[in-house]
Nanobody, 127 residues
Framework: QVQLVESGGGLVQAGGSLRLSCAAS????????MGWFRQAPGKEREFVAT????????FYADSVKGRFTISKDNAKNTMYLQMNSLKPEDTAVYYC????????????????????WGQGTQVTVSS
């Protein structure tokens, strides 16, 4: 199983940028798809983006498409989420996740496709 630790969250003004990192331990990181989810106060956790095991394919939620970029460096066991043109509605706790056995069987935008989760990092965008 992959252990995950997020970092890079913080407070930023609307229109600004942040880059989140997700450091992974475990020899399977390079062979698993990864994803980012977020949870705003009072709301359910929602899908943000996912990336294939080799980084060749990505998929984004409509709400972040064109503003966020997911990437994966297998040599460094790290995944990233570059967030540009941030909006107040992007405020949330951001979680990274590693694909599990059901990835590819269930919708990749759902939590059930992921088996390992980080503890989350807070992103706050002020208006």
């Amino acid at each position: 199983q992959v252990q995950l630790v997020e970092s890079g969250g913080g407070l930023v003004q609307a229109g600004g940028s942040l880059r989140l990192s997700c450091a992974a331990s475990g020899r399977t990181f390079s062979s698993v798809p990864m994803g980012w989810f977020r949870q705003a106060p009072g709301k359910e956790r929602e899908f943000v983006a996912t990336i294939s095991w080799n980084g060749g394919r990505t998929f984004y939620a409509d709400s972040v498409k064109g503003r966020f970029t997911i990437s994966k460096d297998n040599a460094k066991n790290t995944m990233y989420l570059q967030m540009n043109s941030l909006k107040p509605e992007d405020t949330a706790v951001y979680y990274c996740a590693a694909g599990g056995k059901l990835f590819g069987t269930v919708a990749i935008t759902t939590e059930g496709a992921f088996a390992s989760w980080g503890q989350g990092t807070q992103v706050t965008v002020s208006s």
